[in-house]
C-alpha cells in the first residue's frame, strides 16, 4: 500500500472562516481508489466486480462532507489514472 496523500478543500466556502471554526465544520474522511480486473484469457480486462483487485492510492481529506470528499478522490485518481476512468470505485 502507498503512502496516505493528505488533501484539504480549499475550494468549500467555509475554508475562508476562522481556524476554530474551519477546526469545527471540517473532518477528515480517508478513502482508497482501486479499480478490478477479470482474467479472460490470457488478458486482464478491467470490470465493475472482477476477480482481481489493483489498489491506487489512499488519501486523507479535509473537508465539509463526505459526498464533497469522494468527488475530490474521483477527480484527483480520474485526472492521474485516465486509464481508469469509469471503473475506479473508492473503498
Known sequence: MKNKILIVDT????HKLPKFLKNFLF???VNTGMVQ???????DV???CG???KWLET????STSEKRAD???FD????????YKGYIQLF
Open 37 to 43: 480486473f477479470m482474467k479472460i484469457g490470457n488478458k
Open 71 to 73: 468527488k475530490i478522490c
Open 46 to 48: 478491467l470490470t465493475i
Open 27 to 29: 473532518k477528515n474522511y
Open 11 to 14: 475550494k468549500s466556502k467555509a
Open 76 to 83: 484527483w485518481l480520474n485526472n492521474k489514472y485516465p486509464e
Open 59 to 62: 488519501f486523507s481529506i479535509k
Open 51 to 53: 476477480d482481481s483487485v
